[in-house]
């Protein structure tokens, strides 16, 4: 088993905490942005989701019509840089950290203000689902074996030809330990002139309710940031690791 520890390199492309809400029907989608003035100066740019609808309608004797349309899902705001984004939602919350990212002390301290404006501007009761997602990067050397970096590369038959220039593998993952469920999914899409570029991506969730204005949740999201520890860790090589030292 690999020593977790800090990674000055961490190949990480995008972090992020998710709050999944049960909405009340009486908050508007203009209370998601009522906050706003708040967090301006620091998430400067500001946009709409845009969530598509779809419907049958069938009247007596009148031919079924299909309606389709787009009603707004919530916001998105952005720093200046784009290296942090807040989604303010009808089913909840996300925080975003994109490249660079430097420790999860940081990006939950982020997450944990940005969270207070939200439930300010909608009071959710209660939160449903919680998570944790890192989408990483592993720039691996070109004319090398996967084994020599991933602990479970896709493998073809022997018959075949050896080169590989795609794959795609998706695992169900659990931690009953801490009711935790995660999906870890390992791909390749093409090669680069002078590395091939493997993403590893790790979503980790507890499905649970939870008091939105409680610290139960956050001491949770801190044991989902263990199992994915684990789960990149698991995931990769000694040899691997030595990358982002």
């Known amino acids: 088993m690999i020593e977790k520890r800090h990674l000055p390199h961490a190949p990480i492309k995008e972090a992020l905490i998710d709050i999944q809400v049960a909405f009340p029907e009486k908050v508007t989608v203009e209370a998601l942005n009522s906050k706003y003035s708040r967090i301006?100066?620091?998430?400067?740019?500001?946009?709409?989701?845009?969530?598509?609808?779809?419907g049958l309608h069938n009247e007596d004797g009148q031919p079924t019509t299909v309606t389709i349309g787009h009603t707004i899902a919530g916001y998105r705001y952005s720093s200046e840089d784009?290296?942090?984004?807040?989604q303010f939602r009808v089913d909840g919350f996300t925080f975003s950290q994109l490249e660079p990212y430097n420790t999860w002390e940081e990006m939950k301290e982020e997450a944990a203000r940005l969270w207070d404006v939200y439930v300010d501007a909608v009071s959710p009761d209660p939160i449903t689902r919680i998570g944790t997602r890192y989408i990483n990067i592993l720039k691996l050397p070109l004319n090398t074996e996967l084994k020599e970096y991933l602990e479970a590369p896709p493998t073809i038959p022997a018959g075949l030809n050896?080169?590989?220039g795609s794959f795609l593998t998706r695992i169900d993952i659990t931690?009953?330990?801490?009711?935790?469920?995660?999906?870890?999914?390992?791909a390749l899409e093409g090669v680069h002139d002078d590395y091939a570029p493997i993403v590893l991506d790790i979503d980790v969730f507890i499905t649970k309710e939870f008091?939105?204005?409680?610290?139960e949740f956050w001491q949770d999201l801190e044991q989902l940031r263990n199992f994915k520890n684990t789960v990149f860790f698991e995931s990769i090589t000694e040899k691997a690791v030595e990358l982002f030292q």
Do not use: M, N, S
């Open 82 to 86: 784009g290296h942090r984004v807040a």
């Open 175 to 186: 931690d009953p330990a801490i009711g935790a469920r995660g999906f870890l999914t390992q």
């Open 40 to 54: 301006a100066d620091q998430y400067p740019k500001h946009e709409t989701l845009q969530r598509g609808e779809f």
């Open 162 to 164: 050896q080169a590989l």
């Open 211 to 215: 008091d939105p204005r409680g610290d």
